[in-house]
């Protein structure tokens, strides 16, 4: 590794070599890291923006309190991501569906509905995008994943044929699936041993924007898994709107015994889940909003992200161990909108690591950003205004007692 750092005002010469080799630099503005693998004209390069290194955070998360700013630095990830797509040279495929109402993978408006965002993530670190219709399309022997979010109409049997013979082989799915709208995937999930509630999930203390159904599921430590160890405590994931995901075999529930596993060779691990003070609400539109078991509400904290793996041959000094991803499910679709995501970066992340650790690329897994607070100095306005008056008013009052002193002395 060879690190070398240049003015591009001071060193004009070096700059213009530079920009032959590295076009992309004549446009960016403020500088930035350009990284070149190999040597000679032939050299793969990739360039990581000045702006690119650090987190835009939105300015009611920003700020806690009114005496200290949080910023966060990402150029970690960022560079590593850059390295490992110059390294890997030949870009996986990944797809999304299509053809049943999905968001679209083109709109990049921070503030739409589309996952535009996701998709250019996914160019970021040196994936090929498509997208499948099932319907006309079959799917790719190369695809390396198969990504479903949020589908308003039913998969047709047919897409459901070819959707069971992708994982058949093997293959790996990412759903993002709520119970608003039909899927027609309810038979795939139950044959990975998964269901999604009816409920509503909601939450009285961990919530955005006052609204119970906007629900922030805190990322834990305790939680021992490739996809959520890189994300660290103390983070949240935004889920508007989900549903509380139930895997057979993993317990009773409210009094009713737990079904037997479809599949006993699938290893189930709850990647996230909610708070304490949730509950899984049966009656959403009753008033007001309580949780009230005897009307069927689960309470918290609730399930609301599951990955799936194959039961290793042999068990492990600590109980069951992975063997090859097969499935992540997060119960909630509109996790991977833009504008959700321009809230709550965590939900990038959660998704990226998701993609990572089925694709087996737990190298891709993205560093978690390095938080810096700053304290400042903040006042109300009106111990401002007893500030300025008061100091003011002494040295007036200074003045005038020192010139009374001066003029007595000078009589005397």
Known sequence: IELQALDQFSDLTRMDELVKRVPELALIQGGGVAIEYGQGEGASHAVVRNQDLFLMVPADRARGGLDQFASAFTGEDEITTALMRLKEGKKTKVAFTVGHGEPPTTDLNPRGRGIGSWKARFNKVGCEVLELNLINQDIPDDLALLIVVGPKSPFKPDEI????SFTDR???LLLLLGN?????????????????????????????????????????????????DPLGP??????????????????????VAANPPVDPTLLPVAILRTSQFSWAESEPKAVPITFDRKQGDEAGPLAVGIAIADRASQNGPGGPQQGRPRLVLFSCPAMAENIVQEIEQTNLDILMNSAGWLRGRNDTLGIAPKIHVALTLSVDPYLRSRLILVPSVVALLLIIAMGIIVYTARRE
Request: glycine share 8%; no cysteine.
């Open 180 to 228: 608003t709208e039909p899927s027609g995937l309810d038979e795939l999930l139950k044959s990975f041993n998964l269901s999604i509630g009816p409920e509503l999930v909601l939450d009285s203390k961990y919530f955005y924007n006052r609204n119970y159904s906007m629900v922030f599921a805190p990322t834990q430590a305790a939680v021992k898994h490739a996809i959520a």
């Open 161 to 164: 044929l070819k959707l069971r």
């Open 234 to 255: 103390n983070r949240v994931v935004l889920l508007p709107a989900a549903a509380p995901i139930h895997v057979a075999g993993a317990g009773a529930r409210g009094g």
């Open 170 to 172: 093997g293959k790996p």
